[in-house]
Nanobody, 114 residues
């Protein structure tokens, strides 16, 4: 049973930065394409970026140039660095396998507001 634990979300002003963490495991990071997703109030969950098991990343247009995924395989942790945050970035952020094959964690709330 793979357990996903997201953390790092908080209230931040527009233009601010946050770094989210997703605790997985080293074996999962090394064998899966992992992704960050978010769900805004009243909207469906959407993917914001992915990282292959070899470390190649890809981002949705809405966050490209502002968000960066990284990982620490030794710690079994996936990160999402978010810069120049906008109110539209508000939502609950989750990590999962690209094809959502693991049970979802609780997510971490990011609120961008002045």
């Amino acid at each position: 049973q793979v357990q996903l634990v997201e953390s790092g979300g908080e209230l931040v002003q527009p233009g601010g930065s946050l770094r989210l963490s997703c605790s997985v495991s080293a074996s999962i990071i090394g064998s899966n394409t992992l992704a960050w997703f978010r769900q805004a109030p009243g909207k469906q969950r959407e993917r914001v970026g992915l990282m292959t098991n070899t470390g190649v990343t890809s981002y949705e247009d809405s966050v490209k140039g502002r968000f960066t995924m990284s990982r620490d395989s030794a710690k079994g942790t996936l990160y999402l660095e978010m810069n120049r945050l906008k109110p539209d970035d508000t939502g609950v952020y989750y990590c999962n396998n690209l094809w959502e094959k693991f049970d979802w964690g609780s997510g971490t709330q990011v609120t961008v507001s002045s």
